[in-house]
């Protein structure tokens, strides 16, 4: 097949669901070089596959480049087509979805400049970085007998929900989907890129123009918000349960 040849797949409606609800296909070594031959060989169903599994991550993704939802589905839309355009010359160097995201941060942060956002992503929201990870309430004073250590109310506590309580593990999932939401932007997109999709910590920190120690800072500062939400979710349940 010539470079410019059209590949006889094309990109389907982008249909985005919960991102809870879509498990990233997780394609490496032998698996990723079949599903590139299978793409090759114009294979429909490998095509939807990827782009139903890949899309509400790419949406996340674009949407820290761009300055509208409509502007990241276009931006996905664009990256599906120069997917198609260019898989002959994919060499295999990477993984075909570090392949694939390249392409869309690249096209992303162009159609970002062209929006001329005034704010860059490096700059978004400095402060939601700031103070301690975990509230310094939950420790003893520095007069205490155990200066620095945790108080007995603030001790972590280890999950224990029994059988009677499986009833609990479907608030649980609505808890942490709100809780997600309602991080900072930045740590948001980390935890969803990272915990939800399944994505690497060098696959982030290209996609959101991230260094390696900020991923981890924003990776821990967001899972820590999520564990305390855990917390006290569990403490309050043990206190009707007991």
Same mark, same amino acid.
């Given at each position: 097949?010539?470079?410019?040849?059209?590949?006889?797949?094309?990109?389907?409606?982008?249909?985005?669901?919960?991102?809870?609800? *879509?498990?990233?296909?997780?394609?490496?070594?032998?698996?990723?070089?079949?599903?590139?031959?299978? &793409?090759?060989?114009?294979?429909?169903?490998?095509?939807?596959?990827?782009? /139903?599994?890949?899309?509400?991550?790419?949406?996340?993704?674009?949407?820290?480049?761009?300055?509208?939802?409509?502007?990241?589905?276009?931006?996905?839309?664009?990256?599906?087509?120069?997917?198609?355009?260019?898989?002959?010359?994919?060499?295999?160097?990477?993984?075909?979805?570090?392949? *694939?995201?390249?392409?869309?941060?690249?096209?992303?942060?162009?159609?970002?400049?062209?929006?001329?956002?005034?704010?860059?992503?490096?700059?978004?929201?400095?402060?939601?970085?700031?103070?301690?990870?975990?509230?310094?309430?939950?420790?003893?004073?520095?007069?205490?007998?155990?200066?620095?250590?945790?108080?007995?109310?603030?001790?972590?506590?280890?999950?224990?929900?029994?059988?009677?309580?499986?009833?609990?593990?479907?608030?649980?999932?609505? &808890?942490?989907?709100?809780?997600?939401?309602?991080?900072?932007?930045?740590?948001?997109?980390?935890?969803?890129?990272?915990?939800?999709?399944?994505?690497?910590?060098?696959?982030?920190?290209?996609?959101?123009?991230?260094?390696?120690? /900020?991923?981890?800072? &924003?990776?821990?500062?967001?899972?820590?918000?999520?564990?305390?939400?855990?917390? /006290?979710?569990?403490?309050?349940?043990?206190?009707?349960?007991?």
């Amino acid at each position: 097949m010539q470079d410019d040849a059209p590949m006889t797949i094309s990109a389907p409606p982008l249909q985005v669901r919960a991102e809870s609800d *879509v498990p990233a296909p997780r394609v490496s070594g032998a698996d990723d070089s079949e599903l590139v031959d299978r &793409l090759r060989r114009g294979d429909e169903t490998a095509f939807a596959t990827i782009v /139903n599994g890949w899309s509400p991550m790419m949406l996340r993704v674009a949407r820290s480049h761009v300055s509208t939802d409509a502007s990241c589905e276009e931006v996905v839309q664009e990256t599906w087509m120069a997917v198609i355009r260019g898989l002959d010359r994919f060499e295999g160097r990477s993984s075909l979805r570090t392949w *694939v995201f390249r392409i869309l941060t690249n096209l992303a942060k162009t159609r970002g400049v062209r929006e001329a956002r005034s704010v860059p992503m490096s700059s978004w929201a400095p402060a939601e970085e700031d103070g301690p990870t975990v509230d310094p309430d939950r420790f003893r004073a520095a007069g205490d007998q155990y200066p620095h250590n945790w108080t007995p109310v603030g001790a972590p506590t280890q999950w224990q929900p029994g059988p009677e309580q499986s009833v609990v593990a479907g608030e649980t999932r609505r &808890l942490l989907g709100a809780a997600l939401q309602e991080l900072p932007e930045r740590q948001r997109a980390v935890v969803t890129l990272r915990d939800v999709h399944g994505l690497s910590s060098e696959e982030v920190c290209a996609s959101l123009d991230l260094s390696q120690a /900020n991923q981890r800072v &924003l990776l821990h500062r967001g899972r820590a918000r999520l564990r305390t939400v855990l917390e /006290n979710y569990y403490r309050g349940a043990g206190e009707v349960t007991s």
